[in-house]
Structures are given as C-alpha cells and as structure tokens.
T-cell receptor, first 116, second 113 residues
C-alpha cells in the first residue's frame, strides 16, 4: 500500500514555456503532499507543502509565482514550473503520507526536468 | 531547523566489505528515518528509529539510534552491488500544519563488484 505515482518521469522543454508535473496517491488519500527539488549529487530540499483545498506553503527562497502548486483533490497535487529557465533544470520529487500519519512518507519516482 | 550531518559524503568499497555511515546532530530527535535513493528514483524508506539505543536490523543492514537520540548509524555487512545508492537520514518536524521531513546531505555509496 501507500503508492505515489509521479508523471512525467522526464521532460525537456524550451526556455519560457511552462511544465506541469503530477503527483498522485494511488491507494490512499493525502491531505498533504510535499514537493522537493534535488540537484545532482545533492540531497532533497523541501520546496513547498501542498495542502488539499488550500494554498500551498512555500519554503523560504522558493518563488510561489514560479512554482505553482495546486492540490485540488485528496489524491492529486500538481507542480507547474512557469516560464522555465535552464537554471530550473533539476530533479523534482513529490511525497505524500496517508491521513492517519502513522505510516511513513512515500515518495514518487521523480521528474527529471531539462530546460533548453 | 535542526541540522543533520552525514558522513562520509562518498564511499566506494569492494563487494563483500562491511561499512558504517553516520548521521549526527547536536539536537535531540523523537525519531529518525533512513532512506535509500537510487539514481533517477525517489527515496525509499528503510527504517524509522524511535527509542534511544534502539537497534533495528533489515537483512544485512543494521540501524542504531544513539542513546541520547542525537545520532544514528547504518552498518552494512557484506555489501552487495545492489546496495549502491544515496543513503539519507531524515527527521520529521511539525510545520505548516503537517509533519515535514528534513534530510541530511546523504552518503553516496558505490559497491564495486
């Protein structure tokens, strides 16, 4: 149980375009999902906490207008990288935990974004 | 935000060798988690340690939580190439109305056949 699906796994886009990444909890409901960013050979850095039905909470230094998060249902959160630039190229990972919080967090398989 | 220091940062060993990686902090934690991440994948939870002095075993992996709950170690016996990956320790903290995870910088392990 507790499977998180992330899509797409890889995406290449042109500078100035927007890219949407989806994170779905397949067999549980998640009122909270998390979005992380990971640079090569580095650890995961929390970008924002996505709350179902309310605005996301962004970590310090993360531009909320650039990284739009929508958590419209208990099983889906989306991260849209708007007006992407090469420096936005990174590995983006989402995670979620069942509402009972007893079980640990499950991570998606990540999205490799390359902006050219 | 409390800081988790992981060491070593990189480790390359031959198949069959033993190794230990560490996760240290000056702060006390109610629990710590260990994850393994393979290239191009998300992290996978290995274990959660909760009690000071606790030892948990997962096949050839032995996890220990320090008595003072400030540090943890992961020992791998007879490492296999399949153990290759980034090992991350993390703690949960309450923030923004939910529990969030903060990760250490990780130990990148390469096991050479």
């Amino acid at each position: 149980g507790a499977v998180v699906s992330q899509h797409p796994s890889r995406v290449i886009c042109k500078s100035g375009t927007s890219v949407k990444i989806e994170c779905r909890s397949l067999d549980f409901q998640a009122t909270t999902m998390f979005w992380y960013r990971q640079f090569p050979k580095k650890s995961l850095m929390l970008m924002a906490t996505s709350n179902e039905g309310s605005k996301a909470t962004y970590e310090q230094g993360v531009e909320k207008d650039k990284f739009l998060i929508n958590h419209a249902s208990l099983t889906l959160s989306t991260l849209t990288v708007t007006s992407a630039h090469p420096e936005d190229s990174s590995f983006y990972i989402c995670s979620a935990s069942p509402r009972d919080r007893v079980r640990g967090y499950t991570f998606g398989s990540g999205t490799r974004l390359t902006v050219v | 935000t409390q800081l988790l220091e992981q060491s070593p940062q990189f480790l390359s060993i031959q198949e069959g060798e033993n190794l230990t990686v560490y996760c240290n902090s000056s702060s006390v934690f109610s629990s710590l988690q260990w994850y393994r991440q393979e290239p191009g994948e998300g992290p996978v939870l290995l274990v959660t340690v909760v009690t000071g002095g606790e030892v948990k075993k997962l096949k050839r992996l032995t996890f220990q939580f320090g008595d003072a709950r400030k540090d943890s170690s992961l020992h791998i016996t007879a490492a296999q190439p399949g153990d290759t990956g980034l090992y991350l320790c993390a703690y949960r903290y309450s923030g923004a109305g939910s529990y969030q995870l903060t990760f250490g910088k990780g130990t990148k392990l390469s096991v050479i056949p």
